[in-house]
Protein backbone atom coordinates (compact mmCIF):
# COMPACT_ATOMS: atom_id res chain seq x y z
CA UNK A 1 0.00 0.00 0.00
CA UNK A 2 1.16 3.15 -0.88
CA UNK A 3 1.10 6.49 1.34
CA UNK A 4 1.01 9.69 -0.31
CA UNK A 5 1.90 13.43 1.35
CA UNK A 6 0.85 16.54 -0.04
CA UNK A 7 1.78 19.79 0.19
CA UNK A 8 2.45 23.33 -1.02
CA UNK A 9 -1.27 24.85 -0.83
CA UNK A 10 -1.67 28.54 -0.02
CA UNK A 11 -3.48 31.30 -0.30
CA UNK A 12 -2.70 33.47 -3.96
CA UNK A 13 -3.99 36.11 -5.52
CA UNK A 14 -5.55 35.92 -9.07
CA UNK A 15 -3.06 35.08 -11.51
CA UNK A 16 -0.55 33.81 -9.37
CA UNK A 17 1.21 30.35 -9.02
CA UNK A 18 1.69 27.44 -6.57
CA UNK A 19 3.54 24.40 -6.89
CA UNK A 20 2.06 21.83 -4.91
CA UNK A 21 4.04 18.48 -3.86
CA UNK A 22 2.57 14.61 -3.54
CA UNK A 23 5.53 12.33 -2.15
CA UNK A 24 4.66 9.00 -2.26
CA UNK A 25 6.40 5.73 -0.36
CA UNK A 26 6.29 3.65 -3.67
CA UNK A 27 6.06 4.55 -7.22
CA UNK A 28 4.81 1.78 -8.90
CA UNK A 29 1.32 3.26 -9.13
CA UNK A 30 -0.98 5.39 -12.11
CA UNK A 31 -1.26 8.52 -10.38
CA UNK A 32 -3.23 12.05 -10.71
CA UNK A 33 -4.51 14.98 -9.01
CA UNK A 34 -7.89 15.78 -8.18
CA UNK A 35 -9.58 18.98 -6.35
CA UNK A 36 -12.98 19.47 -4.72
CA UNK A 37 -14.44 22.89 -4.33
CA UNK A 38 -17.30 23.19 -0.94
CA UNK A 39 -20.30 21.79 -2.65
CA UNK A 40 -18.90 20.40 -6.07
CA UNK A 41 -17.97 16.60 -6.87
CA UNK A 42 -14.31 15.94 -6.58
CA UNK A 43 -12.49 16.92 -10.62
CA UNK A 44 -9.54 15.08 -11.68
CA UNK A 45 -6.92 17.41 -13.45
CA UNK A 46 -4.06 15.57 -14.15
CA UNK A 47 -3.25 11.90 -14.74
CA UNK A 48 0.00 10.45 -15.05
CA UNK A 49 2.62 7.43 -15.26
CA UNK A 50 5.86 7.88 -12.86
CA UNK A 51 8.82 6.70 -14.85
CA UNK A 52 6.56 6.23 -17.37
CA UNK A 53 6.93 8.10 -20.97
CA UNK A 54 6.19 11.55 -20.08
CA UNK A 55 2.57 11.01 -21.05
CA UNK A 56 -0.06 13.00 -19.17
CA UNK A 57 -3.78 14.03 -19.18
CA UNK A 58 -4.70 17.09 -18.29
CA UNK A 59 -8.31 18.22 -17.94
CA UNK A 60 -9.46 21.00 -19.73
CA UNK A 61 -9.86 23.34 -16.75
CA UNK A 62 -5.92 23.28 -16.19
CA UNK A 63 -4.66 22.59 -19.55
CA UNK A 64 -1.86 25.38 -20.26
CA UNK A 65 -2.00 26.43 -16.71
CA UNK A 66 -0.87 23.75 -14.34
CA UNK A 67 2.51 21.40 -15.40
CA UNK A 68 2.81 17.68 -13.61
CA UNK A 69 6.57 17.45 -13.37
CA UNK A 70 8.09 14.28 -11.69
CA UNK A 71 11.43 13.77 -9.56
CA UNK A 72 11.89 10.05 -9.48
CA UNK A 73 14.77 9.72 -7.72
CA UNK A 74 12.33 11.28 -4.48
CA UNK A 75 9.11 9.11 -5.76
CA UNK A 76 8.08 13.11 -5.70
CA UNK A 77 5.45 14.95 -8.21
CA UNK A 78 5.39 18.47 -8.39
CA UNK A 79 2.14 20.37 -9.85
CA UNK A 80 2.84 23.80 -11.08
CA UNK A 81 -0.06 25.74 -10.95
CA UNK A 82 0.03 29.71 -13.17
CA UNK A 83 -2.32 32.05 -14.10
CA UNK A 84 -5.05 30.46 -11.13
CA UNK A 85 -8.46 31.90 -10.89
CA UNK A 86 -10.88 32.04 -8.14
CA UNK A 87 -12.87 29.31 -9.18
CA UNK A 88 -9.54 26.85 -8.93
CA UNK A 89 -10.11 27.47 -5.15
CA UNK A 90 -10.24 23.82 -3.53
CA UNK A 91 -8.81 21.18 -1.54
CA UNK A 92 -6.16 19.32 -3.84
CA UNK A 93 -5.47 15.84 -3.57
CA UNK A 94 -2.81 13.41 -4.96
CA UNK A 95 -3.98 9.84 -5.66
CA UNK A 96 -2.50 6.58 -6.95
CA UNK A 97 -4.22 3.07 -8.24
CA UNK A 98 -3.16 0.15 -9.49
CA UNK A 99 -5.85 0.66 -12.61
CA UNK A 100 -5.64 2.14 -15.85
CA UNK A 101 -3.60 5.07 -16.26
CA UNK A 102 -4.11 8.58 -17.67
CA UNK A 103 -7.71 8.20 -16.08
CA UNK A 104 -9.22 11.28 -14.14
CA UNK A 105 -11.85 9.09 -13.05
CA UNK A 106 -12.01 8.71 -9.08
CA UNK A 107 -12.76 5.61 -8.46
CA UNK A 108 -10.00 4.19 -10.44
CA UNK A 109 -7.70 5.16 -7.73
CA UNK A 110 -7.67 3.60 -4.02
CA UNK A 111 -4.92 5.56 -2.71
CA UNK A 112 -5.30 9.11 -1.61
CA UNK A 113 -3.10 11.53 0.35
CA UNK A 114 -4.97 13.74 3.24
CA UNK A 115 -4.98 17.16 0.66
CA UNK A 116 -3.70 20.25 0.90
CA UNK A 117 -5.88 23.46 0.77
CA UNK A 118 -5.69 26.16 -2.28
CA UNK A 119 -7.38 29.50 -2.26
CA UNK A 120 -7.17 32.28 -4.99
CA UNK A 121 -8.95 35.39 -4.21
CA UNK A 122 -9.61 37.74 -6.97
Known amino acids: QVQLVESGGGSVQAGGSLRLSCAATDSNYCMAWFRQAPGKEREGIVA?????????YYADSVKGRFTISQDNAKNTNYLQMNSLKPEDTAMYYC?????????????????WGQGTQVTVSS
Open 48 to 56: FKPGGSGRT
Open 95 to 111: AAGIGACYILGATNYRY
